[in-house]
């Protein structure tokens, strides 16, 4: 059963189409990717979801409701979280300081905000380690970790991951990755935009490939893994490539 249902949907800067008219679905419990090169539409597919840039037309459906007109505060205690491109923590607030921001909702329970903040540090031990220590003085997969946790703050039903393996070291991705499907495995759905197309194919459930602002392909990852023209594009060769 979809849990976001996307229709038509068309974001504009200014008089610039950037997404021109999209449709795709996610369900719930999957982890669904959307690939496409830089200026594809990615990032403004996103920014639309959570409600931070409006929808020129179409229409966005989350858990049966209509959320295209919604404000972004509004969209959050609805159910959605976004991890924003560039992790954008607040570099002068500690470790501990950002999640509690996230956890802004739930503000008036704050035995709600101890214990989602409990399960953040389960996922990330690290932000544990450094809960004292303010965010820009973090190693920038530090300050990946502190972007989703602050996200997962909100006990989001879906998961916005915009680009988290952005600038990491590849032991890192690895670990971003594994906690990733660890949370989906706890039951949150999650629409993540990745360079990243072999780690993502590998890890998602379902794929949508955009190209200036449009779908041109869409299936099962084990589908996308196999195409020909995915390979090519993103996964580095032909019909001799294997797609691991």
Not at 81 to 109: C, D, M, Q, Y
Not at 113 to 131: D, I, S, T, Y
Not at 150 to 161: H, V
Not at 195 to 218: D, F, P
């Amino acid at each position: 059963m979809a849990l976001l249902e996307v229709e038509n949907l068309a974001v504009a800067y200014g008089q610039v189409e950037a997404v021109k008219g999209i449709s795709f679905a996610v369900d719930k419990g999957e982890i669904c990717v959307l690939l496409g090169a830089n200026g594809a539409g990615k990032t403004t597919t996103l920014r639309a979801l959570s409600g931070l840039l409006p929808a020129r037309r179409g229409s966005i459906r989350y858990d049966g409701t209509d959320i295209t007109r919604t404000p972004a505060h509004r969209i959050v205690a609805m159910g959605i979280a976004h991890s924003p491109e560039g992790r954008r923590v607040f570099p002068t607030l500690t470790v501990e300081e950002n999640l509690t921001l996230g956890g802004f909702i739930n503000r008036k329970r704050p035995d709600a905000v101890a214990r989602v903040k409990e399960h953040v540090f389960h996922l990330f031990p690290r932000l544990r380690e450094r809960r004292q220590q303010l965010a820009g003085t973090l190693s920038g997969g530090e300050q990946q970790m502190l972007a989703i946790g602050r996200a997962l703050m909100a006990e989001p039903k879906l998961l916005l991951l915009d680009e988290p393996s952005l600038g990491l070291a590849p032991l890192l991705v690895r670990e971003i990755f594994r906690t990733i499907q660890e949370i989906n495995k706890a039951g949150v759905s999650i629409l993540l935009v990745e360079q990243n197309a072999r780690l993502a194919l590998k890890v998602a459930h379902r794929a949508y490939v955009l190209e200036t602002g449009r779908i041109v392909l869409s299936g099962t990852s084990a589908e996308l893994q196999q195409n020909e023209d995915v390979r090519r594009a993103y996964l580095g060769g032909g019909s001799t490539a294997q797609a691991h």
